[in-house]
């Protein structure tokens, strides 16, 4: 079961940590980035080195549900009519990822095996590493045109080998 006690620290440690990279970057896309890939980082830290498995799931809910706020805020503060409207289109697609997110994260607490969905959202966070690099230097060093296209590539074959080819493969050994 979901612990609001676990749940409420935790969002306040996201909130946390998204403050304190706002202080130091002026692009506040890339800041989020950052936070987003530190979820990512942890997921799989914790996943591989922790068997706090439920605290795991705790910490990624905590991240989907500030991560939540923290859309739903930019939209809200969005001044002008049409810019709202955009950022209302362009996020759409983020809050029902977050929200379909949390709700299969509270449904492995409560499948007694769940340590083979786990390993799936695991073999799908190494898959998003090359993610957070490449938009990170399209964000942060947008005129290194040769470095970003290599990034792109490098993450075009990493999400590819762990989509297309380690996913499946997973699939069919654990059965």
Known sequence: M????????IIAFWHSITTE?????????????????IHCMLYIIQFNYS???NYTIHVSVGFYLYDLLYLLRSIYEDT????????????TVYVI?????????????????????LQLCNIAEVSNIMIYVTYHLY???SGHRHLISFSEFIQFLW???FRIINIPIFIYHNQ
């Open 51 to 53: 068997g706090a498995m």
């Open 139 to 141: 964000k942060e060093y």
């Open 80 to 91: 002008t009519q049409l810019s709202r409207k955009m950022l209302i289109q362009q996020r």
């Open 2 to 9: 979901l612990n609001i006690a676990y749940l409420l620290p």
């Open 97 to 117: 990822h977050h929200m379909l997110s949390i709700k299969i994260l509270y449904d492995f607490l409560y499948i007694e095996n769940n340590v083979i969905l």
């Open 159 to 161: 999400y590819s080998y």
């Open 21 to 37: 990279i706002y202080k130091y970057k002026e692009n506040k896309n890339a800041a989020h980035n950052i936070v987003n890939a």
